[in-house]
């Protein structure tokens, strides 16, 4: 077996093996070989790298610059005033900062869309996933050993979450994960009825992208093994204490036993988890919901938003507009894209095709909840009197109307507009609204339509 993976469990069932095989072989790699990233990790360690130079290679990636941007301006980072490029980014939070943001973003990018993170997984990956590495980190700190180690390790240790859906289904591994939301309990329901657990499922997958020993084997055993109370080197017990602490926080069991284990390894005292509580932005003392609960709906937002614009992604502005719906609120659907956006694309470049994108995702935010449902096609829910909704989506485009300036494209959209006079369901807006945005095209582009459909059934 390659040394890589000495510290990985094998399966008794050699068909079982087989099987997480071929998963892992069909799962995408893990994201710390991504060439972008990586040309981001190294100029932050060089001392004598410039800043133009670090600033130049975040650019490289808007996503990844705009995922850099969303983690400075949250209350992670400590900064107090907003943060509105990548220069002030890499000037506020400093180096080592924006290389942890880097690769958190990266990995946000990699959870949401990954093959497997779906049903009760998705969306909490990244939550868990952020709390874990900066936890892993600060209790590295306090230990005297480097902190980036356990960083990595800790943002991938639950990367064997995406495998075994691949495996043995979304369905059955949904089952488990209800009735096991996380913790030790998890990974033995898992072994229970699967005959292995997302720990040993993300070994094997981080073996596979290329990942060294020390990170490999603390995800394998980031849960402790048979005995819950193995800590085989420093990297790995800082990712088990981090990973019991944000679950004790979550309203989980804090399994002693393993706590015990990898404190010892670390040669940190007992009070080291109530420092590791504070870090995590609840006084150990006090009442676990307040801080904490404040610390995962500002992670649960980062998940919730599209990783380019900046808007709500498609499933969190469906969720959002649906509850606002029920609960009786009047407005209106206006749906736009872009005018001619594969030839903007095709004659500037998709980086510019991305800055135009983002730019309009700017102007519908500014008159409603927008979201990104797919490609350059915007939606705005619009609250306000329904007979006001059509002004308002003029209003978008004129405001989105760009003429070109040196050499750029001219930016126009068209829009089609739905309200709730017509039909208080969802998708009988976004249907009409679709309808007129269409026929906006038809018309001439550059302009809002508004549809017109016979009001739904009571």
Known sequence: MDAQMDAVRTCADDHLARRLTVAVADCEKLPVLDRALQRVLILADRDESTLAELVAALEMDPGLAANVLRFANSAATGVRMPVRNVRQAVTMVGRTSVRRLALDSVAYRFFERATGNGGVSRGAMHVHAVQVAGLASAAAGYAGIGTEAPHLAGLLHDCGKLVLPVVFGETAVDEVAAAHPAGC??????????????????????????????????????????????????????????????????????????????????????????????????????????????????????????????????????????????????????????????????????????????????????????????????????????????????????????????????????????????????????????????????????????????????
Request: with cysteine; charged share 25%.
């Open 185 to 458: 309990g998890r990974a033995q329901a898992e072994m229970d009825r699967f005959g292995t657990d997302h720990a040993h499922a993300g070994a094997l997958l981080a073996a596979a992208s290329g990942l060294d020993d020390e990170i490999v084997r603390s995800i394998a055993w980031h849960h402790g093994g048979d005995t819950t109370s193995v800590a085989p080197d420093r990297v790995t017990a800082c990712v088990q204490l981090a990973d019991q602490v944000v679950t004790a926080l979550a309203g989980g069991t804090l399994e002693r036993k393993l706590c015990d284990a990898a404190l010892a390894v670390l040669g940190l005292p007992d009070e080291a988890l109530d420092d590791l509580a504070q870090v995590a932005g609840m006084p150990p003392s006090s009442d676990p919901d307040a801080s904490l609960a404040r610390r995962v709906r500002e992670l649960e937002t980062l998940a919730l938003t599209d990783d380019l614009t900046g808007i709500a992604s498609r499933r969190s502005w469906h969720e959002q507009v649906g509850a606002r719906l029920a609960a009786g609120e009047t407005g209106g659907v206006v749906m736009l894209d872009i005018d001619h956006f594969k030839e903007v694309n095709d004659a500037h470049g998709h980086r510019i095709g991305d800055v135009v994108l983002c730019e309009v995702a700017r102007t519908a935010s500014a008159v409603g909840l927008a979201g990104r449902l797919g490609g350059d096609e915007l939606a705005v829910w619009v609250s306000c009197d329904p007979s006001h909704t059509r002004e308002v989506a003029e209003q978008v485009v004129r405001r989105a109307r760009r003429e070109p300036i040196d050499g750029g494209p001219r930016v126009t959209v068209s829009v089609g507009v739905a309200t709730t006079s017509r039909s208080r369901v969802l998708d009988d807006l976004l249907e009409l609204a679709d309808s007129a945005l269409y026929q906006a095209k038809r018309n001439g582009r550059d302009r809002a339509v508004e549809g017109d459909v016979r009001p739904a059934a009571a």
